[in-house]
């Protein structure tokens, strides 16, 4: 009986000590539980704030392209372009402009370089009585103002048969003649040029290649005393090119224009 009470005795003490270690180790799992419910918390609010937020610059940037294509819209209207003109420079309110599209701003800035420097195709021209303003599209801004005095109205007026003459000059009535020589290494571009300016009727007298094979730009070379605006004007359409002077190192130069092609020409 007495080793029967030891032995149950132990028993009771064992169980004791194991509820006490339960006891002890509940909190900790408590704590455990606590610690994952945060994380997954924090982790969640983190996903809705990042959806959120993502969410948001898609707008942004939807209502930025709306709101972008909108103005190219306003800004293809004339309307809009001279209400907008209006509101950044003083003009005669009573007064319709004369507007219009650069097209060719090569030839504009060969004319008048000082007035069309900053301008690009597709900027807007507008005439009033008093004033001409060039206003950029791209930009919203003007690019430059030019005063219209009774002078320059005195001058056109004066040199208008001049004015006549020239714009009834076409390419077949001038005749010119046009050398294409290949200033490059790249075979055939002379030809392919050649091609060019014979669909707006140029005349095209030689094709050659120049002496020096590294010029980087086409060029037209003026060579006749005669005034040719029309061939002129088509021949900067086709290239691109300004006119300069005869190269030291091209040699027989004939015909009233060469032109030499240079690495920038696209066939």
């Known amino acids: 009986m007495i080793k029967k009470q030891s032995t149950t005795s132990k028993s009771s003490k ?29 982790v969640f609010t983190a996903a809705v704030l990042m959806a959120v937020n993502s969410f948001n610059r898609m707008r942004d940037q939807e209502k930025a392209r709306n709101q972008q294509t909108q103005i190219n819209k306003d800004t293809s209207n004339t309307q809009y372009v001279i209400s907008r003109v209006a509101s950044l420079i003083h003009v ?66 004066t040199t208008s048969e001049t004015i ?27 030809t392919k040029m050649s091609t060019k300016l014979k669909v707006l009727d140029l005349k095209v007298s030689n094709v050659t290649d120049a002496k020096s094979k590294d010029y980087e730009n086409t060029i037209i ?31 027989n130069l004939g015909g009233d224009f060469v032109v030499i092609v240079g690495n920038n020409f696209n066939p």
């Open 164 to 190: 006549t003459q020239t714009s009834t000059s076409t390419v077949a009535s001038e005749n010119a003649s046009i050398q294409v020589r290949n200033g490059t290494r790249t075979a055939g571009l002379a």
């Open 92 to 157: 005669k309110e009573d007064e319709t402009p004369t507007v219009a599209t650069i097209e060719d701003i090569n030839i504009l800035k060969s004319n008048n370089p000082i007035f069309y420097q900053f301008a690009e195709n597709g900027d807007k021209l507008l005439i009033w009585s008093d004033k001409a303003v060039l206003y950029s599209t791209k930009q919203d801004k003007l690019l430059s103002v030019m005063p219209i005095d009774m002078a320059i109205q005195n001058q056109a007026t």
């Open 14 to 42: 064992i169980a004791i000590n194991n509820e006490s270690a339960v006891k002890n180790r509940a909190p900790a799992k408590s704590k455990s539980y606590f610690y994952i419910a945060l994380i997954i918390i924090v």
């Open 221 to 251: 070379v003026k060579l006749t005393d005669k005034d040719m605006p029309a061939t002129l004007e088509a021949l900067q359409k086709v290239t691109g090119a300004s006119v300069v002077s005869a190269p030291a190192a091209e040699t």
